[in-house]
Nanobody, 123 residues
Framework: HVQLVESGGGSVQAGGSLRLSCTAS????????MGWFRQAPGKEREGVAV???????SYADSVKGRFTISQDNAKTTLYLQMNSLKPEDTAVYYC??????????????????WGQGTQVTVS
């Protein structure tokens, strides 16, 4: 039973930084594909970043150069370092997992497992 638990959200002023964490448990495979999504009020959930089992990353255009996705060596904790935050980054951020990355990494239907979300507010 795969469980994903996010932490690290909060409130920050524009231009500030936050680091989100997602702790994964319940699986032993190191081949999982891990992603971050976000959902702002009244909007659809959108893909932010993804990292595959080889450490290859992809980002949404809106966060390129500002956000960095990474994992610890044991691949049990996923991170999202968010710099130069903007008010439009305000959303609930979710981590997600699937056994293998696909080209449509930014589609919610690609992922089997989801965390409960953590709120990020930028003012």
């Amino acid at each position: 039973h795969v469980q994903l638990v996010e932490s690290g959200g909060g409130s920050v002023q524009a231009g500030g930084s936050l680091r989100l964490s997602c702790t994964a448990s319940g699986y032993t495979s190191s081949s999982f594909c891990m992603g971050w999504f976000r959902q702002a009020p009244g909007k659809e959930r959108e893909g932010v970043a993804v990292i595959d089992s080889d450490g290859v990353t992809s980002y949404a255009d809106s966060v390129k150069g500002r956000f960095t996705i990474s994992q610890d060596n044991a691949k049990t904790t996923l991170y999202l370092q968010m710099n130069s935050l903007k008010p439009e980054d305000t959303a609930v951020y979710y981590c997600a997992a699937v056994i293998q990355c696909r080209a449509d990494w930014n589609e919610t239907g690609t992922y089997n497992y989801w965390g409960q979300g953590t709120q990020v507010t930028v003012s």
